[in-house]
Structure formats: C-alpha cells, structure tokens
C-alpha cells in the first residue's frame, strides 16, 4: 500500500510538500500493484537523483524539527517573559519558505504570544510565500482569535500593498471548497475584505450544502407511528387441579393508526455568515442590493452568468492587472468536481 500525503500549507506558498509512505521492496521500484498512474509519476526511481534528493530533503526537515523541539523546551516551556521572547527572536533564523509549514506544525498548540509572534515576524518578510502562509492561518486555523490575529495582519499588508497576493487568493479559494465550517466562514469573510469577486461563484456554491440522499442502504433510515393500541384476551387456557379450578389468558394488542416510513433524507444547511458575505460582496460590485436572491443557488448562478459578468467587464474588470496578483474574472463558473487547493483544519 503506498500513501500519499500533501501539505497544505506548503501549497499555499507555491512549494508542493509530497510525502510518500513506500513499502519495503528490497530497493526494487514497487512496480505497479495496482497503483493509479498519477501516483506512480510522483515516485522517484530508487538510486537516483530525484530519489537521492527526497532522502535529502526528509533528512532536513527532521533535523528542523529536533531543533524547533529543542528551542521550544528550552524557551516555551516556562512563564519567563524575557526567555519567551529570546525563543521568538531565534526563530527569526527560519526564514526560507520551505520552513514555514514546519513552523506552524511544531507551534500549532502553543500559547497565542508565540503564535502570534509568528505571525509578526512572516508580516515583516513582506514576501507572497509568507503572506499566503498568514491567509492559511486565517482561514484554517484551529482557533477563531488566532484566525483573526491573522487576517488583521493580512488587512495591514493589503493596505500596504495595494492588493492580495496570488497564492493567498488561492488560499482563500481552498478554504470556499474545504469541509470544515469554520474555514468556510472565514475564506468568506476574506472573500468580503478583498473584494475577491473573482471567488463569487464558488461563495454561492458554499452558502447552502446538502447531505443525504440517494443512500445504497437497504430497509427504512426510519419510521414514526401515530396510532392506538387496544389488548384484548386472544387466548384462554383452562388450569385444573384437585377441586380447584383456574384460567390462564393471554394478551394481545390491536394497532390502529398511520405509520410514516423513511427511506432516506436529505439534510441542508444555510450558511448564514457566507451568504451575508456574499450579499455584501455582490451588493458593493453590482451597485443594487442582492440580498433578494436568498439561497437559491439557480438564481444566483443565473444572475452571476447574465448580469454580473457583462457588467463587471463593462467595467473593465477582466482586463485589469497588476503584477503584485489581481483578480481577473473568469468567463464561467468551475466545472463541477474542480475544486482550489483544500488544505484540511
């Protein structure tokens, strides 16, 4: 079995981190054991170059780990401020992007001042890779105040800058397209900020979400039964003994009523935070409420195909660039199934 993992976080800043879990062939190519073609293609060939410099790279980021380990024993494991920051100021060291997905995984529990502080010293770089690595913090962050810590720090480089790099955007985009609720809201909430309109179509495919349906199982999900029950003696037996003489009846029950039967269901969920986000977006760029639309997704996309397009390009939108990363709009929505990269919270 081969397993394949990818950093997201990595994604983000445009360095894809592939992690292979390879079983012990005796240094023979594993071959193709029913292995898709597409993994297969990320598999170096043992002995050579591309082989010898995954063993290289494995062999660096284990040796930042027991390093980041080290300083954060000797620097986060106590209350004293002044050691705290010492700890901060060595991490400064770490500066290549490559690093900084290992920063974040080794600092991932610890106290908001030394996460925070992380933050501040990718802020200070003032470089795209960084400034993706704040927006997946953003967005996919555990916590909701440390989410926040780092949008602030994006909103200060936007300000700075002009404009949301590229890969943040993605970042962002990936967010739209996760599973958890939570970089849901928040790729939203940044969606609104930056005025990415370019992510409109994916906002009004993550507003509703619907589960269920369509289930292969087998019998009912569920029944519910609204009727009366009357016992009657459905049976009598007569138990006779020396001058003695006894009966032994037995209970039956009549059911009269409605019975409702389930076979499957469907559950929907309105996202509330994401749809006002996507009516605040729309509404500034359309220059006429939206909030009308509600959830309906057809009406929406209807609305985004006829309207907002044409108009966005009379506006000159899709022509617009800027090498520090501009939206451009795109002609249609993604096709189904297409989804940005998704890191996991």
Known sequence: ???????????????????????????????????????????PEPGSEAWAEAQARGAREADLRRTLRIIRGEHFRTGDVERRQVGLWKLNAFDEPWMTPILFEEFAREAEDVRTGLLDQLAARGDEASDAA?????????????????ALRLRRRVDHEGALPMRAQLVVAGGLADRSESAIRAAAGLADTFNLVQLIPLMIQAQVASTGGSSPRTGDLAWIMVATQTAFVSDLQPVMADSAVAFDPQLSVITEGTLLRSGDAVVTTYRGPVHRSLVNLTTRHWGAPTDGFGYDTERWEGWYQTEFVPHMRARGAETAEDPRGSITLP???????????????
Do not use: C, K
Request: net charge negative; proline share 11%; aromatic share 4%.
């Open 1 to 43: 079995m081969i397993s394949l993992a990818l950093s997201a976080s990595a994604l983000a800043q445009g360095e894809p981190d592939v992690r292979i879990s390879l079983p012990d062939t005796g240094g023979r190519p594993a071959g193709h054991n029913n292995v898709p073609v597409w993994i297969e293609t990320l598999i």
């Open 331 to 345: 002609s249609q929505r993604p096709a189904p199934g297409v989804r940005p990269a998704s890191p996991d919270q």
């Open 134 to 150: 704040i927006a997946w913090a953003a967005v996919f962050d555990h916590d909701e105040q440390h989410r926040e810590a780092a």
